[in-house]
């Protein structure tokens, strides 16, 4: 088992301000602080990303059924556009997108592409554009599928044949923090546009656009005429008129195109009003003395502070007082923006009662110390055993370094919350 990542720095760790002085250090979690500028804004301009892509300075960054292509668990690995040219062609930006979808055909397969930004520390330079400089980076997922399958099998068989593998598995939790950030968005992006293959309004075939950052349901497709192609990557005869779709409410006002989801969680650690002891939860199907803090999604029409205040009654009867938001964290498993709290219970609303929400196979209040000790010892992800000879058998085991639970835990013994000028 690999060793737990350093995790990312965050923004100006040595800049001192009002701000830092009162509530500290910014934290920066695991799958964040990406070293790439998203330059969200050229996603819409074609004359830039035909540049991008073709650039000899681009990565493409593959994904086989959402698993990035690696060296090993701890490395990613990069390809060129020379190796992904008999998937995408010279160049998948070389029309509009305007043209694109006038001349929409949902029976030829188009390659996922998203690009996800430039590195503008690259030593090789990268794209010169407009005052913008950097190595560009797109996301590819070659998954054997519809018109491109052959293709994509050539490319998965040229990648083993050099020694690279497409690392499987849930959680890709090895990277060095600057890889997790960007496998996190590639792979955020491309699941999210593999679950929304068709329009959540009419049903209809959708259409990957703004560099793979939006989806748009075409008001035409050509696949209904007699000389639309299934087979290859090439389009329909577009000197006929293409099938006019059913209306759309999609296609009018501000609701024309649908954009990526993140949900929204909180999870907090929740102290006694005497920061004593800390509430920790656990599911049946956690490994034995595996605990962490308690989480739950946002519900439409609530805040975060609400949220952690319903969720931790839900699931174990306590009543929560202050709720202070401390980080947050990506999680691509698939698009979540976890919120983490630290909160203090209200006088009297330390009970615990598992019987509201069967959740929870166990919750307890658990002694400051012990957790310190587990912060220490007992670390490790689900389906791994702690690494430190210092760790016993049957003492509390708490989550990795890379999830924002055990962040969380570790603000809480450093001491957040306490004394003169408490951020709760």
């Given at each position: 088992m690999?060793?737990?990542?350093?995790?990312?720095?965050p923004a100006?760790?040595?800049l001192?301000s009002?701000?830092?002085?009162?509530?500290?250090k910014?934290v920066?979690n695991y799958?964040s602080g990406?070293?790439?500028n998203?330059?969200?804004?050229?996603?819409t301009?074609?004359h830039?990303?035909?540049?991008?892509?073709?650039?000899?300075t681009t990565?493409?960054?593959?994904f086989?059924?959402?698993?990035?292509l690696?060296?090993?668990p701890?490395?990613?690995?990069?390809?060129r556009?020379?190796?992904?040219?008999?998937l995408i062609?010279d160049?998948?930006?070389?029309?509009?997108?305007?043209?694109?979808i006038a001349?929409?055909n949902?029976?030829?397969?188009?390659?996922?592409l998203?690009?996800?930004g430039?590195?503008?520390?690259?030593k090789d330079?990268?794209?010169q554009?407009k005052?913008?400089r950097?190595?560009p980076?797109?996301?590819?997922?070659?998954t054997?599928?519809?018109?491109?399958e052959?293709?994509?099998?050539?490319i998965i068989?040229?990648?083993?044949?050099?020694?690279?593998?497409?690392?499987g598995?849930r959680?890709?939790s090895?990277l060095?923090?600057?890889?997790?950030?960007?496998?996190a968005?590639?792979r955020?992006?491309l699941?999210?546009?593999?679950r929304n293959?068709?329009?959540?309004q009419c049903?209809?075939?959708?259409?990957?656009?703004?560099?793979?950052a939006?989806r748009?349901?075409?008001?035409?497709?050509?696949?209904?005429?007699?000389?639309?192609t299934?087979?290859?990557?090439?389009s329909?005869?577009?000197?006929?008129?293409p099938?006019q779709?059913?209306?759309?409410?999609t296609?009018?006002?501000?609701?024309n195109?649908?954009?990526?989801?993140?949900?929204p969680t909180i999870i907090?650690a929740?102290?006694n009003p005497?920061n004593?002891?800390?509430l920790l939860g656990?599911?049946?199907?956690w490994p034995?003395?595996?605990?962490?803090?308690l989480a739950?999604?946002i519900?439409p029409?609530e805040?975060a502070?609400e949220?952690?205040?319903?969720e931790?009654?839900?699931e174990s009867?306590?009543?929560?007082?202050r709720?202070?938001?401390?980080?947050?964290q990506p999680w691509p498993?698939?698009?979540?923006?976890m919120?983490?709290a630290?909160?203090h219970?209200?006088?009297?609303g330390?009970?615990?009662v598992l019987?509201h929400d069967?959740e929870l196979e166990?919750?307890?209040?658990?002694e400051?110390?012990e957790v310190?000790?587990?912060l220490e010892v007992?670390?490790?992800g689900?389906?791994e055993?702690?690494?430190d000879?210092?760790?016993?058998a049957?003492?509390l085991?708490?989550?990795p370094?890379t999830a924002i639970?055990n962040?969380?835990?570790?603000a809480?013994?450093?001491?957040?919350?306490?004394?003169e000028?408490?951020?709760?």
């Amino acid at each position: 088992m690999p060793d737990q990542p350093d995790l990312p720095e965050p923004a100006y760790p040595e800049l001192d301000s009002m701000l830092s002085r009162r509530f500290g250090k910014e934290v920066a979690n695991y799958f964040s602080g990406s070293p790439l500028n998203r330059v969200s804004f050229l996603r819409t301009d074609h004359h830039f990303l035909s540049a991008a892509v073709q650039h000899p300075t681009t990565s493409f960054l593959l994904f086989n059924n959402l698993a990035p292509l690696g060296k090993d668990p701890g490395t990613l690995a990069y390809v060129r556009h020379a190796d992904v040219k008999p998937l995408i062609g010279d160049d998948p930006y070389s029309r509009t997108e305007s043209q694109l979808i006038a001349e929409y055909n949902s029976s030829v397969t188009i390659p996922q592409l998203v690009f996800l930004g430039i590195d503008e520390k690259s030593k090789d330079g990268g794209l010169q554009w407009k005052v913008y400089r950097g190595a560009p980076y797109f996301a590819l997922d070659v998954t054997p599928k519809g018109t491109v399958e052959k293709a994509s099998q050539g490319i998965i068989a040229e990648m083993h044949s050099r020694g690279l593998t497409f690392l499987g598995g849930r959680l890709n939790s090895s990277l060095p923090a600057s890889e997790a950030a960007i496998f996190a968005q590639a792979r955020s992006f491309l699941d999210w546009n593999a679950r929304n293959p068709f329009c959540g309004q009419c049903g209809q075939a959708t259409l990957s656009t703004n560099g793979g950052a939006k989806r748009t349901c075409p008001p035409a497709d050509l696949s209904a005429l007699p000389t639309a192609t299934a087979q290859g990557t090439g389009s329909a005869n577009t000197s006929l008129p293409p099938t006019q779709r059913p209306p759309c409410a999609t296609r009018h006002g501000v609701h024309n195109l649908s954009f990526p989801r993140t949900d929204p969680t909180i999870i907090v650690a929740v102290l006694n009003p005497t920061n004593t002891h800390v509430l920790l939860g656990r599911q049946k199907r956690w490994p034995p003395h595996w605990y962490s803090v308690l989480a739950g999604f946002i519900e439409p029409g609530e805040s975060a502070e609400e949220a952690c205040r319903r969720e931790v009654w839900e699931e174990s009867g306590v009543r929560l007082g202050r709720v202070v938001i401390q980080s947050t964290q990506p999680w691509p498993y698939p698009a979540n923006l976890m919120i983490g709290a630290i909160a203090h219970t209200v006088p009297g609303g330390d009970g615990i009662v598992l019987e509201h929400d069967p959740e929870l196979e166990d919750a307890r209040w658990v002694e400051i110390g012990e957790v310190r000790l587990a912060l220490e010892v007992g670390t490790a992800g689900l389906g791994e055993e702690p690494r430190d000879s210092r760790y016993r058998a049957g003492g509390l085991r708490l989550p990795p370094k890379t999830a924002i639970a055990n962040r969380l835990l570790t603000a809480v013994v450093e001491g957040f919350g306490e004394g003169e000028g408490s951020k709760i």
